[in-house]
């Protein structure tokens, strides 16, 4: 099944089923953003808004993007934001954004779904001003190195969805040939993972600031 397919089916109950890596990454980026505020955030790979609704509190004008339509619906419903714009984009295409127009990127539990990252940085760092921010939450490559990928249900039916693995190795080699340096890089367990590898792993990417 492709990506976008399995999106479109999962989306009516992506929010309400159970799903602990879900409900940290919710954890993770309120803790990793809460207290700060930009002009203008990107989204990539919103999904159903889950993170959406804290975004809009945080920036001016806020920008999500995702391939599926159906999350896209999801998210549409539950943030009636003017500041909000929502719209269709593959993430492995050139991004629909301006050079230099966004103070921070967002990507929770997408990158798994993209073969190559080098597309992801170059394009981050062409859309992200001078000292801009680029948050990633993703699924521990721990977890990726013991089988695990996003799935759903369809009945009885577990459906596995097409994803690949990214070694820590990876998102820090792809961010510094972007030109990204590393600001600050965590790993998260929810409180059901007693005495077991990391669940997520985040980091924050900066572009360089401005020289005086
Ligand atoms: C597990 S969901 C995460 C959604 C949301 N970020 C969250 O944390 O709940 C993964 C999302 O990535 C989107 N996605 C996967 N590949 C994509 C691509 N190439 N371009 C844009 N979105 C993509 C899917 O449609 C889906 O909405």
Same mark, same amino acid.
């Given at each position: 099944?492709?990506?976008?397919?399995?999106?479109?089916?999962?989306?009516?109950?992506?929010?309400?089923?159970?799903?602990?890596?879900?409900?940290?990454?919710?954890?993770?980026?309120?803790?990793?953003?809460?207290?700060?505020?930009?002009?203008?955030?990107?989204?990539?790979?919103?999904?159903?808004?889950?993170?959406?609704?804290?975004?809009?509190?945080?920036?001016?004008?806020?920008?999500?993007?995702?391939?599926?339509?159906?999350?896209?619906?999801?998210?549409?419903?539950?943030?009636? +934001?003017? !500041?909000?714009?929502?719209?269709? $984009? /593959?993430?492995? %295409? #050139?991004?629909?954004?301006?050079?230099?127009?966004?103070?921070?990127?967002?990507?929770?539990?997408?990158?798994?779904?993209?073969?190559?990252?080098?597309?992801?940085?170059?394009?981050?760092?062409?859309?992200?001003?001078?000292?801009?921010?680029?948050?990633?939450?993703?699924?521990?490559?721990?977890?990726?190195?013991?089988?695990?990928?996003?799935?759903?249900?369809?009945?009885?039916?577990?459906?596995?969805?097409?994803?690949?693995?990214?070694?820590?190795?990876?998102?820090?080699?792809?961010?510094?040939?972007?030109?990204?340096?590393?600001? +600050?890089? !965590?790993?998260?367990?929810?409180? $059901? /993972?007693?005495? %077991? #590898?990391?669940?997520?792993?985040?980091?924050?990417?900066?572009?360089?600031?401005?020289?005086?």
């Amino acid at each position: 099944m492709n990506i976008n397919n399995a999106y479109n089916e999962w989306s009516t109950t992506y929010d309400s089923d159970r799903n602990l890596t879900r409900d940290l990454d919710q954890v993770v980026t309120t803790e990793s953003l809460a207290n700060r505020r930009y002009n203008t955030i990107l989204e990539v790979g919103c999904g159903t808004g889950k993170n959406t609704l804290l975004l809009t509190r945080l920036g001016e004008r806020v920008c999500a993007l995702d391939l599926s339509v159906g999350m896209l619906e999801q998210a549409r419903r539950k943030t009636r +934001s003017e !500041r909000l714009v929502l719209a269709v $984009a /593959d993430l492995t %295409k #050139p991004w629909p954004c301006k050079t230099e127009s966004v103070d921070l990127i967002v990507c929770n539990l997408v990158l798994e779904h993209v073969r190559d990252l080098s597309l992801i940085f170059s394009e981050a760092q062409r859309t992200l001003v001078a000292g801009g921010q680029f948050f990633i939450s993703e699924l521990h490559p721990y977890r990726q190195y013991q089988g695990t990928k996003a799935n759903f249900q369809r009945g009885p039916e577990t459906i596995e969805i097409p994803a690949f693995v990214h070694h820590l190795s990876d998102f820090t080699k792809g961010a510094k040939e972007s030109g990204f340096s590393v600001h +600050s890089f !965590r790993e998260w367990w929810h409180e $059901a /993972d007693q005495n %077991k #590898p990391p669940r997520l792993v985040s980091f924050m990417f900066e572009k360089a600031g401005l020289t005086k």
